[in-house]
């Protein structure tokens, strides 16, 4: 079949095709309400044609139907909306059959965009042909849309009329068009893009550079080495911005057979500074195994900030080099450097590798990078081996560098450390017990509580002994509710002289049954020694259940000096506010004795304050009775609202006739 | 021995007994970075392009670093124009933050370096690829792309221009999510067989007519490289619901989960390679105009089996990322930055202290650094390309209705259909390369 009989052939089915949507179209209600579809409307239609998208992906007769009622919508009486959904259907769907009517929407400025973006990508040679038709005549508006849509189509045939374009005065068009030679490429778009690289004026030349250097990767991928390298090095020029010399050298790396190692090394070497990031960066990618020992050779000579990043590059190759480089520069001079490579030798040593961090951190007092040493040992490749090692070093230590490799050993929480944790424990250093005894916290079973709790009582470094008892309290979550750590703990309390046995009272508030030791911290509060006796009160007043209630009102009429009556009333105070979840008349009754007792308005005030979240009747009448008290009007005010504002649900009359008695 | 020293208050003792259970440091933690005053010749000038909520919840994290000035604003609407500049401004004390109407005026400023590109998702590909064209760093909000082979072409230009750029992430720059990983790393819950995630359910827009442009609103400028539709108030404000300007809960929320399954799984350069969705549930048609799912379960695999399930359902407080191995489970709660595993033990090695994702400060410092050092940021394009061009597959799967397998290596679908969805065509002249 020669041309003009396929073309004629292509006629008569257009207007088969035609005549046939005209026809679909007055008895499909569906096509009709698509092409009368506005946004406000039901969008019904908009999800059945999604919904035929979905099944003539697998059958090709209902994609045949799709497209031609589709067509109908963008040659019949639609509306923009519903013209603008079928291109993009047809944009996922459209064949050759779609091409004309798309093609005829390119004339017009409004419909353009839409048609080239669904030409750009049908698979019919066909849509090149439209588009590169319709770009000499389509309105100014409308070229940008069809130079890119043949860009994105790498349409060879329309180098000649992107050339022009790109050439041209119209300056979107010609954006458009110099994007599109960037794509397709050939010799006639390199020619083009050469000129504009020299002539075209400033404010175009980023747009001639991203086709320019698009090109370029696009010749070097086909192997066109000599093309795609002039690219590249008329962009590395010293004239040109650094973003642009960087890309150009990556470029050039790529290009290269060794992947740019020698070139890397010679930027390495040289004096461009814009280069050298760009030079490491190629490091991970190479093949050659000996990449690494070239690139640690030129590290010395390098920034500081380049000799970081060098050893970042060296640490994801991971080889012997790699690991020697780093070991090499935790002497460097330069905090950052030795930062990197700290960091380094923390993925890529092992067992051996200790001693050096050990030696760093006793080298140094910068805390950043003790913590570094840290958090590399912490990290450190090795089972217990890499824990034994740091004990072993930790042996050999001055108290200053110990942190770093105990607190690693605290980090790393394995059972082969509890006696070093120990042993430490006892160290009159504060930070140094205090990691150990985390790190008790985190590797002590049940059979080492006795021991913990023993090293707790002969504490010598006095500054970590809240820290201390927080971790013993953590291991005294642990303890089984009635086993042996019970009886333990109840033998060193009765063995230990008082001072002592006062460090042992704040952990047991932890206990998993805090009960079985309440009578012990009563017992604490009412001891003759005043430390023991502080501890106890104090340990009480923060009991956290009921059961405290009477040995503190107990405790309340005795107390041995103002001080402590005012602890054990602050105690007594925050046991009523919460147990008020439950307001009861026994409640209110506590609250009654606790007002009976006070001893002046600061105590009132103090058990107002509790009482003012009482929900309860009787709560309220007892904060009434108190507003005839001035010295603490205020705050019985205060309690009165919020009571009667919480209860007039239930109790609207008593809630309304408390209101009125306040302002 | 003093007595005072002995004085413990409960709940104060309880903090330091959490504390206990938390890892411990030696040394006291602080913020690396440049402290005190930084000249002028030294900070990084940046433009911020997009002022709107976004972009202001974020703005003191820019605000706060030393090295940091914010010299211009840039948005399509007026209001949000004035608003960053009084954002800006207040902080400087100064009248000094210029506005631009297009951003192309800003980027075209030699003094600014880089941008903070906070718009509507639409506009994240294109405008980060106009950034890197005129020769700035950049910090994209998530999702980078709306459609695969544009997040492809914005990894291509930032490596041709040599652009540092940082997507928006941040994940990988807070502790919790951190320890997730060290833990799944180390092998603590076993081999990983599968990875939950899980978004809350995605909203619904009511119809309602087209309406008049708002007064200044540079309308055109706010569609950018979407294909024009009249302006339509549901539409333009529920943005995240209809497919070309957002894609949906999955895709917009989707990608920080997707983000952390590459990055524990280790798996950066690579990405599933079968995708399929079940149990979407559509908006109905007569009632709303958005077009993405309301809830379903997005599903890939891995070539070596692992799956990765991403569920759009229950509320937005129910966000979360768990790892499945065949030793136990860890999870990342996302809304309380809560780790929790089992076995519990595991957690022991929890670091203290560490700051919300929704504290973006550490991820902004990395970018610094990486624009000074030319380094490669955490969340640098290839990886957040693969990690959106993940949530883009299920969008495609489930707008085919099919399982799709993908080349991760070309890619490409197993279908023409898929594959003709891998692009949108940017509406003129908003295509870049």
């Not at chain 2, 979407?226 to 917009?252: C, I, K, L, S």
Request: hydrophobic share 45%; glycine share 8%.
């Amino acid at each position: 079949m020669n041309t003009s009989c396929l073309s004629l052939w292509r006629v008569l089915v257009l207007v088969g095709t035609l005549a046939g949507a005209a026809r679909a179209a007055e008895t499909d209600p569906a096509l009709r309400a698509l092409m009368q579809y506005q946004s406000g409307a039901d969008a019904t239609p908009l999800r059945q044609f999604e919904a035929r998208v979905r099944q003539a992906v697998d059958d090709p007769g209902q994609r045949a139907a799709l497209e031609t009622d589709l067509l109908q919508v963008l040659r019949g009486e639609a509306t923009p909306e519903a013209r603008r959904f079928a291109c993009l259907q047809l944009a996922v769907i459209g064949g050759e059959a779609s091409v004309p009517a798309l093609a005829a929407l390119l004339r017009s400025e409004e419909t353009a965009g839409i048609a080239a973006a669904a030409l750009a990508q049908n698979p019919a040679p066909a849509a090149s042909d439209a588009l590169r038709r319709a770009l000499g005549n389509a309105p100014a508006a409308a070229r940008p849309a069809i130079a890119h849509a043949l860009g994105v189509r790498r349409d060879t045939r329309a180098v000649a009329q992107l050339n022009r374009l790109a050439l041209g005065e119209d300056r979107a068009a010609g954006e458009a068009a110099i994007t599109a030679l960037g794509q397709v490429g050939t010799a006639g778009a390199q020619k083009t893009l050469a000129a504009l690289r020299r002539s075209a004026p400033p404010e175009q030349q980023r747009v001639v550079a991203a086709a320019s250097l698009n090109l370029a990767d696009t010749l070097a991928r086909k192997g066109s080495r000599k093309a795609a390298t002039a690219i590249y090095q008329d962009y590395l020029a010293a004239d040109q911005p650094a973003d642009l010399r960087r890309g150009a050298f990556g470029g050039l790396l790529r290009l290269d057979r060794d992947g740019g190692q020698k070139r890397a090394i010679e930027a390495l070497r040289g004096d461009d500074a814009a280069l050298k990031p760009v030079a490491i960066a190629a490091l991970p990618e190479l093949k050659n195994a000996a990449a690494s020992r070239a690139f640690a050779a030129v590290l010395p000579n390098l920034a500081p900030a380049e000799q970081a990043y060098l050893l970042q590059a060296l640490t994801t190759r991971g080889d012997a080099p790699a690991r020697k480089a780093a070991q090499d520069q935790l002497n460097s001079p330069h905090l950052e450097v030795r930062l990197a490579a700290i960091a380094a030798l923390g993925r890529l040593g092992d067992t051996s590798t200790v001693p050096a961090l050990a030696r760093a951190a006793a080298l140094t007092t910068n805390v950043v990078e003790l913590r570094a040493v840290e958090t590399a040992l912490a990290g450190l490749p090795g089972d217990e081996a890499v824990d034994r090692a740091l004990a072993a070093q930790l042996g050999t230590r001055a108290a200053a560098a110990k942190g770093p490799l105990l607190g690693a050993l605290v980090r790393r929480a394995r059972p082969v450390s509890y006696e070093v944790f120990l042993r430490e424990s006892a160290s009159p250093d504060a930070a140094i017990a205090r990691l150990a005894f985390q790190g008790l916290s985190r590797v002590a079973g049940p059979e080492h509580l006795f021991p913990m709790l023993r090293a707790l009582r002969d504490l010598r470094a006095e500054a970590a002994l809240e820290d201390a008892q927080a971790a013993v309290g953590q291991a005294l979550r642990r303890m089984e509710p009635k086993g042996q750590g019970v009886l333990t703990l109840t033998t060193l309390l009765d063995a230990s002289p008082p001072a002592r046995r006062a460090r042992l009272i704040p952990p047991l508030v932890f206990c998993p049954e805090p009960a079985v030791f309440l009578g012990r911290v009563a017992d604490a509060a009412r001891s003759s020694d005043p430390t023991l006796r502080n501890v106890g009160l104090r340990t009480l007043a923060d009991w956290p259940d009921p059961d405290a209630w009477e040995p503190l009102k107990a405790l309340y009429p005795t107390a041995a000096s103002e001080t402590e009556r005012v602890l054990v009333l602050r105690g007594l105070t925050r046991l009523l506010g919460e147990m008020n979840a439950r307001p009861d008349a026994a409640l209110v009754g506590r609250y009654r004795e606790l007002l009976g007792s006070a001893k002046g308005d600061n105590d009132r005030k103090l058990i107002l304050g509790a009482l003012a979240g009482c929900a309860h009747p009787e709560a309220l009448a007892l904060a009434v009775e108190q507003l005839n008290q001035p010295g603490v009007r205020a705050e019985a005010v205060m309690a009165v609202k919020k009571i009667a504002g919480a209860i007039k649900g239930q109790h609207p009359q008593a809630a309304e006739a408390a209101l009125q008695k306040v302002p | 021995m003093k007595t005072a020293s002995l004085a413990v208050n409960r709940r104060r003792f309880l903090r330091r007994l959490l504390a206990a259970g938390a890892a411990p440091l030696v040394v006291p933690g602080r913020v690396l970075g440049l402290n005190g005053a930084v000249a002028p010749s030294n900070t990084i000038a940046f433009g911020i392009i997009g002022v709107g909520n976004r972009a202001l919840f974020i703005l003191p994290n820019f605000l706060t670093q030393p090295d940091v000035r914010l010299v211009a604003v840039s948005d399509a609407r007026e209001d949000r124009r004035r608003a960053g500049k009084q954002a800006v401004d207040n902080f400087y004390r100064n009248q000094a933050c210029r506005v631009y109407p297009d951003f192309r005026e800003l980027l075209a400023q030699r003094d600014i370096d880089a941008v903070l590109i906070a718009t509507g998702n639409r506009w994240h590909a294109t405008a980060s690829m106009f950034a890197a064209r005129a020769g700035k760093d950049i910090y994209c909000e998530k999702p980078i792309s709306l459609t695969i082979r544009e997040g492809r072409q914005l990894v291509e230009m930032c490596r041709r221009h040599g652009t540092i750029y940082q997507a928006g992430t941040q994940r990988r720059s807070t502790e919790s999510y951190q320890f997730a990983r060290e833990l799944v790393r180390a092998g603590k819950i076993g081999r990983v067989h599968t990875v939950e995630m899980q978004v809350w359910t995605g909203g619904t827009v009511p119809h309602q007519p087209n309406t008049p442009v708002p007064p200044g609103w540079d309308y055109d400028q706010w569609l950018g490289p979407v294909q024009w539709r009249p302006f339509n108030p549901g539409r333009v404000n529920g943005w995240a619901y209809f497919w070309d300007t957002g894609e949906g809960m999955h895709t917009d929320m989707g990608t920080h989960y997707t983000d952390q399954m590459q990055w524990v799984l280790g798996t950066d350069d690579t990405m599933p390679v079968e995708f399929e969705t079940r149990d979407l549930v559509w908006p109905d048609p007569r009632q709303w105009m958005s077009e993405t799912a309301i809830s379903g379960t997005f599903l890939c695999r891995y070539a070596n089996g692992v799956e990765g399930i991403l569920f759009q359902r229950g509320g937005f407080t129910e966000r979360y990322i768990r790892y499945l191995g065949d030793e136990g489970w860890v999870q990342v709660d996302d809304e309380t930055d809560v780790v929790t595993a089992e076995p519990k033990s595991i957690l022991q090695t929890k670091p203290e202290g560490g700051v919300s994702w929704s504290n973006a400060s550490a991820h902004i410092r990395n970018l610094l650094d990486c624009i000074r050092s030319r380094r490669q940021p955490l969340c640098h394009p290839e990886v957040a390309h693969r990690a959106q061009a993940i949530v883009e597959s299920m969008t495609i799967a489930a707008r085919l209705g099919r399982k799709l397998k993908w080349d991760p290596v070309q890619e490409v679908f197993d279908g023409e259909e898929a594959n003709r969805m891998l692009y949108r065509e940017p509406r003129a002249p908003w295509r870049v390369v």
